[in-house]
């Protein structure tokens, strides 16, 4: 079966970071730009961050810039996203998807891991 796996989300205090996992099964992620993107509920998704084939290419949203940081290890077929400095309006369900470039994401998706910044 090809398909993407998030993991690592969860409960964060303010301030605090989490890495977030984007694995791929069935298929090798070494072909394809990898987005994360994030989404609340009665909102758009939105992008948030985007790493090319090669990973010579990586681009954030505004929002994130300077926090979030993504990188790719293809010899374990994964992308990561690390989150530090979490604020609560960093709180979605964050998805990972699969394009040829980053600006085409629509090949595969996950089903998404969930992100809370509370105290």
């Known amino acids: 079966q090809l398909q993407l796996v998030e993991s690592g989300g969860g409960l964060v205090q303010p301030g605090g970071s989490l890495r977030l996992s984007c694995r791929a099964s069935g298929f090798t992620l070494d072909y394809y730009a990898i987005g994360w993107f994030r989404q609340v509920p009665g909102k758009e998704r939105e992008g948030v961050s985007c790493?090319?084939?090669?990973?010579?290419?990586?681009n954030y949203a505004a929002s994130v810039k300077g926090r979030f940081t993504i990188s790719r290890d293809n010899a374990k077929n994964t992308v990561y996203l690390q989150m530090n400095s979490l604020k609560p309006e960093d709180t979605a369900v964050y998805y990972c998807?699969?394009?040829?470039?980053?600006?085409?994401?629509?090949?595969?998706w996950g089903q998404g891991t969930q992100v809370t910044v509370s105290s």
């Open positions: 790493i090319s084939r090669s990973g010579g290419m990586r």
């Open positions: 998807g699969a394009g040829d470039v980053c600006s085409r994401i629509n090949d595969y």
